[in-house]
């Protein structure tokens, strides 16, 4: 039998709706678990601002998954997850998991030749944050990173397989390749919808790790270990929503872009009031 | 003589630095005026968002300018002028201009075979508001429009003058250069740091037009007009102060990229707040 807590849904939260690939992996590794997804489209990006700025919108932020009575929390925003995690941690009462570490784990598990590669926004690679954990993990990593902005705006306009997008890519990641890595870390939710054309560039010796699939697995670890985990019972499908800050233009067309399946209802909060 | 209220300063926003293109233009057609310069950097961009939440946040920042004891307000963001200069004006007993009309009409005043490109980002060019103006002023125009929006990261990144530049130009613009317009209008504030690539493809027989120019001169009227203007007594320097939402990565960088002289103190405000 299933205790009420664990019939509470996952909250997940990203600066905008780059976060619902984290949200599929989610779901493919939990399928049972319901879920509340807040999007922060109002404000997103969330990588060329302050650690400050982005500490104050996650509180904002984790208050409104509370009020939903989430029993644990994604930080699917890599951004958040390098800079307000800590924090969200040691002011909230729930497990909370943020992207940085499960795929820093994975990378280490994926390379070989001990050469790293990580892209992400500025905010994500300025503030060090995957580099703390591989180091930590494995002292020995020789780590490349590279901050790769246009990367999010080509994914958002839809421009991911074009000869363009090849044109930036071998902008951004050219001086990565050379340094000869063989694991390039996808430090940013909207980066595996250009995998495709991450992996021609950098060729196939190369593995390109989402962080998402080590997140959903660690996320299972946590709520079985705290008896979180949901069983449905016959014939209940899980529920699922959805929330943003603002009706951003061309939003369901990017969500159906990402998910399985199409959306139902998009709803929009006042998040400056939480 | 001039009055107290002619000291007081002009108050000039946009949804991040971008707008200083139009303060450039401000100081150079009133060199003896005050000003304090608002950027939304926590915020940034607006060209993707709702009217509603772009009205939102140009109350609380005409709230903001009001509390530095404005005499005047321009709204140098294309988008803010288009979702919110109406509903401004009507809240707010100050002149209050936007970027949309002053480039309608310095538009109109280019074109000599009637065709006319506005290209801005996805919100100003569905808004319709500078067609609005345009038909208003010449209902005989044939308007080819076309929404951009990777022009904006492009020029935060610094890419202006490049292959992948031209690219992304070519992409977007070859369609409006097809419809044989004479005149461009720079529909957003990043795009004249583009002028000298767009002007390229265009070709030399396309005028592209930078709305700020007639913005400054249409400003300049309405503040002799009502006996606004300002007069410095002899040795005094104009004073000018900078405000943003958030320490943005590479903001200084990227201000200094635009302005004239270097700028000394930016400071930032917790905009939520007002």
Redesign the interface.
């Known amino acids: 039998m299933t205790g009420e807590k664990a019939q509470s849904p996952i909250g997940i939260f990203d600066s905008g709706v780059g976060g619902l690939t984290v949200m599929r992996r989610l779901i493919q590794a939990m399928p049972e678990e319901n879920m509340v997804y807040f999007g922060d489209?109002?404000?997103v990006p969330y990588?060329?601002?302050?650690q400050?700025?982005i500490i104050h919108y996650t509180r904002q932020i984790i208050r409104f998954l509370q009020s939903k009575s989430v029993k644990a929390i994604v930080i699917a925003c890599n951004t958040a997850s390098a800079f307000a995690l800590e924090t969200a941690r040691k002011e909230t009462d729930l497990p909370i998991i943020g992207v940085i570490e499960p795929g820093a784990v994975a990378a280490v598990g994926a390379t070989r030749n001990r050469k790293i590669g990580i892209i992400g926004t500025?905010?994500t690679i300025?503030s060090g944050a995957y580099e703390a954990f591989l180091n930590q993990i494995s002292p020995d990593l020789i780590i490349t990173k590279k901050a790769c902005?246009?990367f999010?705006?080509?994914v958002?306009?839809g421009?991911v397989e074009d000869?363009?997008t090849d044109?930036?890519i071998k902008?951004y990641l050219e001086e990565v390749r050379n340094q000869g890595v063989d694991t390039l870390l996808l430090g940013c939710t909207h980066y595996p919808l250009l995998k495709p054309a991450i992996e021609k560039f950098m060729g196939e010796e190369v593995v390109c790790v989402d962080p998402a699939l080590n997140t959903a697995e660690k996320l299972r670890a946590i709520l079985t270990e705290n008896r979180l985990l949901n069983r449905l019972g016959a014939g209940d499908s899980p529920q699922y929503e959805f929330y943003v800050?603002?009706?951003?233009?061309?939003l369901s067309e990017f969500a159906d872009r990402i998910m399985p399946f199409p959306i139902d209802e998009i709803k929009k909060i006042d998040i400056?009031s939480f």
Do not use: Q
């Open positions: 489209t109002a404000r990588g060329n601002k302050s400050e700025t500025y905010a300025n902005p246009l999010v705006p080509f958002e306009e421009i000869e363009l044109g930036i902008r800050s603002d009706y951003a233009v061309r400056e």
